[in-house]
Every structure is written in C-alpha cells, then in structure tokens.
C-alpha cells in the first residue's frame, strides 16, 4: 500500500547536538517529497522539499534533507539543533498521480535538552 | 510567496449547531482546495478534495453530508461543519494549488473549532 512513515514518535536531543529525522515512503514512483515543521497551535511551516535532480536538498533554519532511492527514504538532518527548533515534524509527499495530493506522515515530536 | 488564509481562525460553538469555515487564496487563483482535520498530538488527514466548481471528493471515512464543502470561486472554498458535536473538535487546515498545477501546495494558518 503506498504509505509515508515516520518511525520515531518522539526525539529528544541536547541543544548544540545534531539532528536526524527519519522518513521512508513506498509509492511505485518517486513522489515530490516535503519536509514541514508545526509549533504548538500553529500551522505548516515548509522547510524543504525534493522535486528531482539534486539529491541532497537545503532548506531554511539550518535544515537538509537527503533523498535515497534506493531505501525510499528522504532523511531531514541538521548539524547543530537549537532550543527553538523544538517542534512537531511531519515528512510529505505527493504521489504526483492524477490525484496529486500531499500525504502527510505520523510526525516526530522534537525535544531539545538543554 | 503564495498565501493562504482562514477564517475564523479560532471557532467555539454549541453542539448541533453548523459552523462554517472559509479559505482564501490571496494572490493567486486556486484551481484546487484541499481540506486536512487534525486532532491534538496526531497528524494532518486529508479528508477531502475540491475542484472549482464541482463536487468534492471525499477521502474515505469522511462523510460527505457532514462536512460540507463548496469551491465556488478560484479562490475561496468553504467547509461547513454540520450538526456539529464534541467530537468534530480539532484543528482545520486548507491548502491551495494553484492554476500553474505542479505539486505546489499552499497552506493555510488552521482554524480551531471547539464543540461544547
């Protein structure tokens, strides 16, 4: 079944320490890939996303996301991660069918130790 | 950039009564609406699709009669809550695509409904 998966629930990190949020997806083609972060009540907020070509993508805040095709994964990563980016992450994607739609993943709730 | 808005952005009601939410696409023109529900701490579930002038189509689970939805205009589409009841509680979500296609999906800021 086509699907977008986020496997980790929850993540907690020290401030300063680097960041890796996982996402596979399983579509029988390449779907456009988005990354958006949500604050407590607020809405989307999109930090990248994948098209085609390049396959490592940057982003805003310091966010990169890497598109593997080969493990159907599109990994968001930052270096250094700051007590501000602690937010609810959700990986997307539009199968880019004849229903384009964006399919939103389960989330990670990011937490930042300070 | 493209922007979506939401009105109401914050909505209480009494159970049984409607409430209708309006999304707007500012500066362009919407050729399709997507409507998202989410409850608190879980994700965004789409529940529905809507072309310009034509009927919604309707992700399954959701019903139709309930949530209503009308893109009557390329660059508003509303969704009414019926009869609402405690458990429609839960933060709304529109997004844009606009008449360029592609897969550029613009959301819009959420609307909170509180049934009591």
């Known amino acids: 079944a086509q699907s977008v998966t986020q496997p980790d629930i929850h993540i907690t990190v020290s401030e300063g320490a680097s960041l890796e949020l996982r996402c596979n997806y399983s579509y029988g083609a390449t779907p456009y890939l988005f990354w958006y972060v949500q604050s407590p009540g607020q809405g989307l907020q999109l930090l990248l996303k994948?098209?085609?070509?390049?396959?490592l993508v940057q982003g805003i805040k310091g966010f990169e996301a890497e598109f593997k095709r080969s493990q159907s994964s599109f990994n968001l990563r930052k270096p250094s991660v700051h007590w501000s980016d602690a937010a609810e992450y959700f990986c997307?994607?539009?199968?880019?069918?004849?229903?384009?739609?964006?399919?939103f993943g389960s989330g990670t709730r990011l937490s930042i130790r300070p | 950039g493209a922007v979506v808005s939401q009105h109401p952005s914050w909505v209480i009601c009494k159970s049984g009564t409607s409430v209708k939410i309006e999304c707007r696409s500012l500066?362009?023109?919407?050729?399709?609406m997507f409507w998202y529900r989410q409850f608190p701490k879980q994700s965004l579930m789409l529940m529905a699709t809507s072309n310009e002038g034509s009927k919604a189509t309707y992700e399954q689970g959701v019903e139709k009669d309930k949530f209503l939805i009308n893109h009557a205009s390329l660059t508003l589409s509303t969704l009414t809550v019926t009869s609402a009841h405690p458990e429609d509680s839960s933060f709304y979500i529109c997004s844009a695509r606009g008449t360029s296609g592609g897969a550029w999906q613009f959301f819009g800021p959420g609307t909170r409904l509180t049934v009591l």
């Open positions: 994948y098209f085609s070509g390049d396959t």
């Open positions: 997307a994607v539009d199968p880019y069918s004849s229903a384009s739609k964006i399919i």
């Open positions: 500066d362009f023109q919407a050729t399709t």
